[in-house]
């Protein structure tokens, strides 16, 4: 009897044990996407494309201008519809249409900035392959299947402006 008490004392003490460790906080699959990786990538970039005419906007925001637009430029209260495709850095898709028409707010309801003030570099017709830092897109923080400090290349070509 004084057997099978020391038994499950011991049986007890290790299923606690388990338990604890088990509910031990799992590694950051996040950790990884760092300031410094997202700055490694965007001077990648920026290589990759130096025979390119890169511009650079004083936030940060890289630019490519594939196809030159005509007439105005976009503008708070415009309707603007566009193409676009949005990946990440190794050009694995996350999102995309083929037509997205929304009203220019010109703040960022819903909108990361980086995409509310490359769009207002555009006009009917013209395509951009922007590079936006996690400041201009979602920063920090994990949105979707986001990961933190992630920059983004958008492909954008507006379509039409009202």
Known sequence: MKKLNTTLKVCALILFAVLVVSGCKKDD????????REAGLIKDWLAANATMDVKTTTSGI??????????????????????Y?????????????????????????GMISGWIEGIQLMSKGGKNTFLFPSANAYGPDRYD????????????EVVDIK
Do not use: R
């Open 145 to 156: 299947i986001i990961p933190p400090y992630s920059p983004l290349i958008f492909v954008i």
């Open 62 to 83: 890289s630019y490519i201008v594939s196809k030159v637009g005509t007439g105005v430029t976009v503008t708070t209260g415009n309707t603007v519809t566009v193409k």
């Open 85 to 109: 495709t949005g990946m990440f850095m190794d050009g694995s898709v996350f999102d995309s249409s083929e037509s997205y028409t929304y009203v220019h707010k010109g703040t960022s309801s």
């Open 29 to 36: 699959p996040d950790a990884i996407y760092t300031p410094e």
